[in-house]
């Protein structure tokens, strides 16, 4: 099993016509309600069941920026296609599928190439190249402002480069999104790290109108587990071991972040502390976590087990992505919980209390052995930014305190911010509806400010 292969076929042209042709293009499409952005999706299905490509790939992108990563990693299955009138008779016409090969059939044969729009009507910093900053930067592209991007790795695409297992997003897909908006006039500085390298308030002394900032979550929450080593708790008190002194415990987005440079060359196999036929633990039921799983798999582990404090009902995994983690191999322990760790005299770990607790029944422990945790429980904000930056503010969990008017604004004026750094937590295609109404938001701030200059002259 290759952790480099996609595991999902494109459609071929014959296939994906025969899929469009099912779609009846309502005249009032629930698939359109059910998509966070509003996609168009019977006028672009409408255009490729008749052979028009080139007019499908237009309407999608009059409102996605990253269409060929939507079509294989959006929830479909709780948006579009969950809302879509053929579900009800049967099988849903499968809508990501189709937006994956118009967009795949329009990067590979150069259908579309879009007027570059004068950039006369201001000056736009966008700080993080993710979803929602890619975003940001595309449709201020097309509203006529000159955006720059700052972005802190030599790659852009945030989660998408280093968060989605490359089986399921292929990084030359997002690649190829990436040239596309450069090729709409957006200047992207790669390995400049903002509160680092440079500073919001350097920005502004640059000349930019305002700022977006879109830097996701960069730090993962952890746990505290009791180890234990040979039979003495050695986690209590403040010089206590914790589980972050563990080398082989990882936070799923650093494990998923290693193995995709591993896979590009950038670190060696042995820089990541799992060993082949390992046995994992990955803490969390989320998409997140069902990627690190199958990666774990992937890389070579003997077994991965996901631990869930509740039961099925409850994860935030998609039932698809869980459904292909069960094909695999994964196995899945409802109601559990890592009550202890147990480390060798080099601090590696050999065993895991799993403690079981279902509803009205009694708890059962035991003792199994373990090789390595991956904990897939969230992330909070990097506050960097905010250290750095006079005037702005974030709340007690380090989220950027935005307003609604204009949509965005931080305590800051003039700087903006959206997706999970602001709070706004969700897919990816989420990240991309709020970061469009942001856009929204800084044009108008942009455009009223230049406008009471004038008027002050």
């Not at 499409?29 to 237009?58: M, Q, T």
Request: charged content about 25%.
């Amino acid at each position: 099993m290759k952790f480099t292969e996609e595991i999902n076929e494109s459609y071929t042209m014959a296939e994906a016509i025969r899929e469009a042709q099912r779609c009846l293009h309502c005249k009032v499409p629930a698939c359109k309600k059910g998509c966070p952005i509003s996609n168009d999706i019977p006028d672009w299905i409408h255009e490729l069941k008749k052979g028009n490509l080139g007019n499908a790939v237009c309407i999608i992108r009059a409102k996605s920026n990253l269409p060929a990563v939507c079509g294989r990693v959006c929830a479909h299955e709780k948006q579009c296609e969950g809302a879509c009138i053929m579900g009800k008779k049967g099988q849903p016409v499968n809508i990501g599928k189709l937006e994956r090969f118009v967009a795949d059939f329009d990067s590979e044969n150069e259908l579309t190439h879009e007027d570059v729009v004068e950039k006369t009507r201001g000056k736009v910093a966008v700080i993080g190249a993710g979803p929602s900053g890619i975003t940001v930067a595309g449709d201020l592209s097309r509203m006529g402002f000159a955006v720059e991007m700052f972005e802190m790795e030599a790659q852009c695409g945030g989660v998408l480069r280093y968060g989605i297992p490359e089986y399921r997003l292929p990084k030359e897909v997002v690649a190829r999104e990436i040239r596309y908006i450069e090729k709409m006039g957006v200047l992207i500085h790669r390995q400049t790290h903002v509160g680092v390298s440079i500073t919001v308030d350097s920005l502004f002394a640059q000349g930019f109108d305002a700022i977006f900032i879109g830097t996701g979550l960069g730090k993962p929450k952890s746990l505290e587990i009791p180890i234990w080593q040979n039979g003495r708790c050695i986690s209590e008190g403040d010089n206590g071991v914790k589980c972050a002194d563990l080398k082989r415990i990882r936070m799923a987005t650093h494990f998923l972040r290693r193995v995709e440079l591993i896979s590009e060359g950038y670190m060696k196999r042995d820089e990541l502390p799992v060993d082949d036929k390992a046995r994992i633990f990955v803490i969390g039921c989320g998409n997140t976590a069902m990627d690190a799983s199958r990666t774990a798999l992937r890389i070579g582990a003997s077994q991965v087990d996901v631990i869930y404090n509740k039961g099925i009902d409850t994860m935030s995994a998609l039932h698809a992505e869980y459904d292909d983690a069960v094909k695999e191999g994964v196995r899945f322990n409802w109601w559990s919980a890592i009550t202890e760790i147990h480390v060798d005299d080099q601090l590696d770990i050999t065993e895991i209390v799993l403690e079981t607790a279902e509803p009205d029944q009694e708890p059962v422990r035991r003792t199994l052995p373990a090789n390595n945790i991956i904990m897939a429980i969230g992330a909070t904000p990097n506050t960097k930014i905010v250290r750095t930056t006079s005037g702005l503010k974030n709340d007690e969990r380090k989220f950027l305190i935005t307003r609604d008017v204009p949509y965005g604004m931080t305590t800051r004026n003039g700087v903006f911010a959206g997706g999970d750094v602001a709070n706004r937590q969700a897919t990816v295609v989420h990240a991309m509806q709020d970061a469009k109404k942001v856009a929204m938001g800084i044009a108008q701030y942009v455009d009223a400010v230049k406008l009471m200059r004038a008027i002050n002259l």
